[in-house]
Structures are given as structure tokens and as C-alpha cells.
């Protein structure tokens, strides 16, 4: 790692080598990383180490091995002023009830140094964003879960942090909840510039909000990539099709036409990975734009009815046995050796 400000300029976390051991079991085990500003996911199922990095990220635990640094600042020595400048939201529900979220934000901005107006300011602004204003006086113990959620957000806005941790922010929301809390996270870069680490055990909401991916397994890192990557790489394409009376087999059919066409096509019920996939759903591998169109002409051609066509959210077990990791362009990612995975045990779920 160098100086702090060309490190600040490329990278916001750079872990070295960072290792964590609890006496039964091994939370961290060598994971060296660099992330770039911007939106970062990190994947893994439960127990996959996220919230212990989120931990020795803030300084409030020590690594047992390794370093690392966050904005430039290393978190062995710097946790205060690393948590000066960087918004954590916690996993579990830390909320008191009796109090309201103007007043509990307001405390968390004057904990973390503003003077009271600009608390009292900042806090109306922050719950504006993230669309709690009209609520901001009732007590947090009859919020929703959702409420609650965005409420652990702007605390961890309040302060105008440079970059925000965020620790499951869509656990227990409901798909609109979901949505609407990525939307409100990928806003958080776009209007402010706050750079953040997002966690979950689902890729596939990850993927939509994020830059760049960081997928871990038993405290191994097993792949970082742009998200783009991710998704050119393993994309798949769903297609499901009618029957016509000149056609009577249409899903045989088109799987026939498409293999002609030199596309890779898994038969219906089948996706490469083993998982189901409904009766007389296709899935055909994206190689590039031209597969929608060879797709489109093909089902044209045979006059079958076009039910429907749509990019297929992959399993993570396709990332977990895809080679080695990609990293984002001309960035130096993982110096760690990379643990091959003999099989795709405790991994997350695709959402
Ligand atoms: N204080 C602790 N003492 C002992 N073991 C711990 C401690 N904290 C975490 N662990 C263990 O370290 C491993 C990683 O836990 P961690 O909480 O970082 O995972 P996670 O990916 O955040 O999962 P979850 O979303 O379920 O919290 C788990 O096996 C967990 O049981």
C-alpha cells in the first residue's frame, strides 16, 4: 500500500493478506482486495465473513493477520478518524422504539462531531432522501421494516461520510422494499458521491446495483469482478415459445434451429448447472448482442409464437465454477492465491 492520497484516489479499501481467527473457526483467511470508488457488492451466504470485514474495516476489531486500509487510513491505528469518514448500517435492528427517528439521528450526527444546527440540518435533509420525512416525529417502535431500514441508513449518511458500509440493508424487505432500498444505495453515489460496500447473501440484487462485485466464501475471496463482466460472462437467455399445428413440437423445434445456428442451447427443464428451469423454457447462452437477433429470426422462421425472451439471472454456483476471478480492468485486485472450489457448498442464492 502507498501514501494515503494516491491510495485514497484509486482505491477506498485495500486488504492485505487479512486474516481472522475466532479459536473454532477461521472468519477471515487471507483475503486481499483493492476496491475502487463507486458501488461495491459483497456476496457470501451467512457465516461467509462479511460482517467480521465490515468490523476490522471500522477498527472495532483487530485482524489476527494482514493489513488493511480504508481511505488511505490503516485500520490497526486509525479507527477513530477512519469512522470520522466512513457511515456504517448494521445487520440487526439497533433502533430504540420510544424515540423518534428525528431525535435518533440528530444523536447519531452529534456523536459523530457536527454542531447542533448542522446536526438538526443534515438530519432533515437525510431523512428527506431517503424518503422518511413525513414520519420523521413518530416513535420508531411502530415503523415498518422498511422504515426501520432507511432509518439505519440516513444514520449512517448523517454525518457526510466519504464512503458507507452497509451490512444486509435489504434483509426482510419484501421485493418492493428491496428495490426500493437498492435504488435509494445506488442514489447515495450518484447524488452525493459517497462510494459504498454493500452486502448481501443474494448476487442477483447485487448485480443491479453495483460496479463491481466482491464474492466471498469461508473468509476466501473467490472472485471479484466488474459487474459487466460478471454478466457477459455467464448470461443466459431464457426462451419459451407456442406450438403451431405446422410446428407441434415448437420448443423441440426452435432448440433444433438454434443448435444449427451454432448457439448453445441446454434443453428444456435443464440450465448447465443442474437447477430447474420450467418444462418448455430454453436457455440459450449469450454470446453476444447477435444472439437476440438469431434468436428473434429463428422463431420467425419456424412461425412460432414468441412467449416469452429475457436474460436469465444466473445461479452463483455458475460464478463459483467459472475459472479464475476476473478482475476490473487495469486494477491490481487479489494478490492472494485463489482457493479452487471442489464444490459449491453454503453458496448464496441468485435472487
Ligand atoms: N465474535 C465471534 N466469535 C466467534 N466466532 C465468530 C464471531 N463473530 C463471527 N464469528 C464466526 O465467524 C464466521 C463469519 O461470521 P460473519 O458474521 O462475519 O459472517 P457473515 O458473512 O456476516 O454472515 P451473517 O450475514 O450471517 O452475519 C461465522 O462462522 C461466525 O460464526
Do not use: W
Request: with cysteine; proline share 6%; hydrophobic share 40%.
Amino acid at each position: 500500500m502507498t501514501g494515503a492520497t494516491t491510495v485514497e484516489s484509486v482505491t477506498v479499501i485495500a486488504t492485505e493478506s487479512l486474516s481472522k481467527r475466532y479459536p473454532r473457526v477461521t472468519a477471515l483467511d487471507r483475503l486481499s482486495v483493492d476496491v475502487p470508488p463507486g458501488v461495491t457488492g459483497l456476496v457470501g451466504a451467512n457465516g461467509a465473513g462479511k460482517s467480521t470485514l465490515i468490523k476490522i474495516l471500522l477498527g472495532l476489531s483487530p485482524a489476527t493477520e494482514g493489513r488493511a486500509s480504508v481511505l488511505g487510513l490503516d485500520v490497526a491505528t486509525e479507527g477513530p478518524a477512519i469512522r470520522e469518514r466512513v457511515g456504517y448500517m448494521p445487520e440487526h435492528d439497533c433502533l430504540p422504539p420510544d424515540v423518534s427517528a428525528t431525535e435518533f439521528v440528530v444523536h447519531m450526527a452529534r456523536m459523530s462531531g457536527l454542531p447542533p444546527t448542522a446536526a438538526r440540518e443534515r438530519t432533515a435533509d437525510t431523512l428527506r432522501h431517503v424518503g422518511l420525512y413525513e414520519e420523521r416525529y413518530r416513535p420508531m417502535g411502530g415503523y415498518s421494516t422498511g422504515m426501520k431500514q432507511r432509518v439505519k441508513l440516513a444514520q449512517a449518511l448523517v454525518h457526510d461520510p466519504k464512503l458507507v458500509l452497509l451490512d444486509e440493508p435489504t434483509n426482510g424487505l419484501d421485493p418492493v422494499g428491496r428495490d426500493e432500498m437498492l435504488g435509494l444505495i445506488r442514489r447515495v453515489h450518484t447524488d452525493f458521491g459517497i462510494s459504498v460496500l454493500v452486502t448481501s447473501h443474494l448476487l442477483g440484487e447485487l448485480e443491479r446495483t453495483c460496479d463491481q462485485v466482491v464474492v466471498i466464501d469461508g473468509g476466501r475471496l473467490l472472485r471479484f469482478s466488474a459487474t459487466d463482466e460478471f454478466t457477459q460472462a455467464t448470461g443466459s437467455l431464457a426462451v419459451e415459445v407456442t406450438d403451431t399445428d405446422a410446428c407441434p413440437d415448437g420448443t423441440a423445434a426452435l432448440h433444433a434451429a438454434l443448435t444449427r445456428e451454432g448457439l448453445a442451447v441446454q434443453p428444456a427443464g435443464h440450465a448447465a448447472d443442474g437447477s430447474p428451469v420450467p418444462g418448455r423454457v430454453l436457455l440459450v447462452d449469450v454470446a453476444d448482442e447477435s444472439t437476440y437477433d438469431t434468436v428473434r429470426d429463428a422463431v420467425a422462421g419456424l412461425g412460432l409464437g414468441l412467449v416469452r425472451m429475457e436474460a436469465r439471472r444466473h445461479r452463483i454456483a455458475e460464478v463459483f465454477h467459472d475459472g479464475p476471478e476476473q478482475r476490473p480492468a487495469g486494477r491490481e485486485a487479489d494478490r492472494s492465491e485463489r482457493q479452487q472450489r471442489d464444490q459449491n457448498g453454503g453458496a448464496p442464492d441468485a435472487a
